[in-house]
């Protein structure tokens, strides 16, 4: 009988130093029970949505800054992020952005310049290229690329500061040309903003900035205030805040996506080393929103333990020990699959936004081809999520909540707007006559048949 295996490991002790760590449940589960099995991973990654009271908050939230403008989003600031800004620190001076870079050391400096030289790189070779041709009538059609106008990016600053998010996020719009950019990150107490953040705005070539964060950050974005101009498209991960803000400011402005709290799910085989592991799940946890999920799916029963124990090793050396602890507690959750073809079922119902395969090279290939909905691939052995969240090349921007069923990772494309484009002459619209007063008819649409029939 095939069966899975969830474990789920909780820890005990108040101070990381003194952390011990012990398995309090286990439970079985027939795999031939599908609607079982179904049942009861749904309900963890459920974990994952945004929870259903949030929603009127954030309505709320995004009503008094569409009415109130400026002064109510200060107000959310005060209230949300501690930091009292007069209307005119809103925006972060030139001045201040045009000297952020000088807080950089050399080596962070050349690390941030290569991070957007490899994300140039990568979606230069996703860029489309206007096309046209004849159809079956004799007409021109064809296909016109174009950058969109006004791009609004939120970078999340409250729990660490994500200088790789700029760079995920404005390469690509600067990348594919859009007219302006503005950027919202939310300030730390005091009014500041990292520095690093700033001075990575700075070398991808931001110019509008403003001291904004969370929800009021979405709807001043949406909405426009008197001193953040409304704008065409939202772009970039949050909280469940945030995420819940887009979702409902879709329409009247466009998203990218709902990249939410970071997940990461690992497969690994015997061969797998537990110090690797356990590394790369604390590295996903430590991100600090205390709602990321992680996920540990293997094919070996040793495997678990041994990386419990790394776990266990590793957490003292973590600067975000207790959250990442919580994380551990609550939100972790290790599958024992029978093979790897059960592991990829499994990776597939879940679509974590981020798959490490860290299986022997004989099956890393073959493995990754049945796993279709992941937000991003990391094949083998020798490849950490990391890469991929900093330098690497894709935009570590990825769904999560399950949302990789039906969304891809931000690319260039998404700050583009296609326009399809048709030329028809006489001739041509003669020939497509026949088939466009079938449709007419079909339809009940004398009109649309005459609008055709009057040229000829």
């Keep these: 009988m095939r ?117 140039q790189s990568f979606h230069r070779h996703t860029l489309p290229k206007n096309w046209k041709t004849e159809n079956k009538h004799g007409a021109q059609v064809g296909e016109r690329f174009y950058p969109i106008e006004r791009v609004g990016l939120y970078i999340p600053g409250g729990n660490v500061p994500l200088v790789s998010t700029v760079v995920m996020t404005a390469v690509l719009a600067k990348l594919v040309g859009c007219p302006e950019i503005i950027v919202c990150t939310p300030p730390q107490a005091d009014g500041s903003i990292a520095p690093a953040m700033l001075a990575a705005l700075n070398l991808v070539g931001v110019e509008q900035v403003y001291r904004l964060g969370g929800v009021q950050a979405i709807a001043a974005m949406a909405y426009g205030t008197e001193t953040v101009p409304a704008v065409d498209k939202i772009f970039g991960p949050g909280n469940a805040y945030v995420m819940e803000a887009k979702r409902q400011v879709l329409g009247a402005v466009g998203i990218d996506l709902l990249p939410g709290p970071s997940e990461v799910m690992v497969i690994a085989d015997a061969g797998a080393h537990p110090q690797h592991i356990a590394a790369d799940l604390l590295a996903q946890a430590e991100h600090g929103s205390g709602k990321e999920l992680v996920y540990f799916v293997t094919t070996s029963q040793a495997l678990v333990a041994e990386v419990k124990s790394a776990i266990v090793q590793q957490l003292p050396l973590c600067r975000h020990a207790g959250k990442c602890k919580k994380i551990m507690d609550e939100r972790c959750l290790v599958v024992v699959c029978p093979d790897l073809k059960v592991a990829a079922q499994v990776a597939n119902r879940v679509a974590p936004e981020h798959l490490e395969l860290q299986v022997a090279e004989v099956d890393v290939e073959a493995l990754s081809t049945t796993i279709t909905t992941a937000g991003a691939m990391l094949l083998g052995y020798m490849t950490p999520t990391v890469v991929g969240d900093f330098v690497a090349g894709p935009s570590h921007t990825l769904p999560t909540g399950q949302a990789g069923r039906f969304f891809s990772g931000l690319q260039a494309t998404d700050f583009m707007r296609r326009t399809s484009v048709l030329k028809y002459d006489a001739e041509s619209l003669r020939s497509a006559a026949a088939t466009v007063n079938v449709f007419a008819s079909l339809e009940q649409l004398d009109a649309h048949g005459r609008s055709l029939e009057i040229r000829l």
């Design 3 to 119: 069966c899975l295996k969830w474990i789920k490991i909780i820890e005990a002790g108040l101070h990381p130093t003194a952390l011990q760590v012990f398995l309090i449940q286990m439970q079985v589960i027939d795999y031939s029970n599908s609607e079982k099995f179904e049942q009861d991973l749904a309900d963890f990654c459920a974990l994952g949505k945004v929870p259903s009271d949030l929603s009127a908050k954030v309505s709320e939230i995004l009503s008094g800054v569409k009415n109130g403008g400026d002064l109510a989003a200060l107000r959310y600031t005060q209230a949300f992020d501690g930091a009292q800004l007069q209307v005119e620190e809103l925006v972060v001076s030139p001045a201040e952005l045009a000297q952020a870079p000088d807080s950089l050391s050399d080596t962070e400096r050349l690390a941030i310049m290569e991070a957007i030289e490899m994300v």
